[in-house]
C-alpha cells in the first residue's frame, strides 16, 4: 500500500520561505507524477504543482515564480519550497500521486500558518 | 485558471440519490474524458472515487457513479448514507493552462 506523508515546519515567519518534503513509502518514486496541492482554511483545492521522476517540472501560473518542486530518487521524496510567503500562503499542503490525470494517493496532510 | 463550476451545496435524505455537476468549457470538461471526482470529510485528505469521468477506482462503492455531457459532468450517488456526507470536488485536465489541470470550486453535501 503506497503511503505519502508530509513534514516540515508548521510555522512560517512572512516574506521567508516555506519547505516541505513528501516521503514516499510502499512505492517507488520513479515513476508516475508527483504533485502538491493546497486548501486555505475553509476553501478549496488549489493545485500548486507537480514533478516527474525525470525531474521535469510544471506549477501554477499564479504561484509559478515562487514555487520550487524537486525530487529525490534515493530517498524517495520529493519537496515543495515557496518563497516570499504572505499570510495568503496560510494553508493545508498535501502531497498526491498521480498515475495518469487523477490523484489516487494522496498524504494526510500539513497545516502552514504563516504569521510573525 | 478558472475553477469548474459547481454548485455550492446540495442535500438529500438517506435512500435517496443525488447529483452533483461540473460545468466547464471545451478546453476542459468538454474536451477530454479527463475528469475526475474526489470526496473529503472534514479534517481529512480527499479521496478519489471517479477517474477518467466513469471509472470507479477499486474498494469504491457501486454507489457512486460518473457521467458526462457536453460541457457538464456529473457525480451521482445512490443510495445515499449518513457517511456520504461530506465535500466534493471535480477535477479535469485543461488546455487552456499550461498547468494543464483545475478543480471545481467544491459542493458541500448534506444528508438531512
Known amino acids: 500500500q503506497v503511503q505519502l506523508q508530509e513534514s516540515g515546519p508548521g510555522l512560517v515567519k512572512p516574506s521567508e520561505t516555506l519547505s516541505l518534503t513528501c516521503t514516499v513509502s510502499?512505492?517507488?518514486?520513479?515513476?508516475?507524477?508527483w504533485i502538491w496541492i493546497r486548501q486555505p482554511p475553509g476553501k478549496g483545492l488549489e493545485w500548486i504543482g507537480y514533478?516527474?521522476?525525470?525531474?521535469?517540472?510544471n506549477s501554477n501560473p499564479s504561484l509559478k515564480s515562487r514555487v520550487t518542486i524537486s525530487i529525490d530518487t534515493s530517498k524517495n521524496q520529493f519537496s515543495l519550497k515557496l518563497s516570499s510567503v504572505t499570510a495568503a500562503d496560510t494553508a493545508v499542503y498535501y502531497c498526491?500521486?498521480?498515475?495518469?490525470?487523477?490523484?489516487?494517493?494522496w498524504g494526510q496532510g500539513t497545516l502552514v500558518t504563516v504569521s510573525s | 485558471q478558472s475553477a469548474l463550476t459547481q454548485p455550492a451545496s446540495v442535500s438529500g435524505s438517506p435512500g435517496q440519490s443525488i447529483t452533483i455537476s461540473c460545468t466547464g468549457t471545451s478546453s476542459d470538461v468538454g474536451g477530454y474524458s479527463y475528469v475526475s471526482w474526489y470526496q473529503q470529510h472534514p479534517g481529512k485528505a480527499p479521496k478519489l472515487i471517479i477517474y477518467?469521468?466513469?471509472t470507479r477506482p477499486s474498494g469504491v462503492s457501486n454507489r457512486f457513479s460518473g457521467s458526462k455531457s457536453g460541457y457538464t459532468a456529473s457525480l451521482t450517488i445512490s443510495g445515499l448514507q449518513a457517511e456520504d456526507e461530506a465535500d466534493y470536488y471535480c477535477s479535469s485536465y485543461t488546455s487552456s493552462s499550461t498547468l494543464g489541470v483545475v478543480f471545481g470550486g467544491g459542493t458541500k453535501l448534506t444528508v438531512l
Open positions: 510502499g512505492g517507488s518514486i520513479s515513476s508516475y507524477y
Open positions: 477518467d469521468v466513469t
Open positions: 514533478i516527474y521522476n525525470s525531474g521535469s517540472t
Open positions: 498526491a500521486r498521480a498515475p495518469g490525470r487523477f490523484l489516487d494517493y
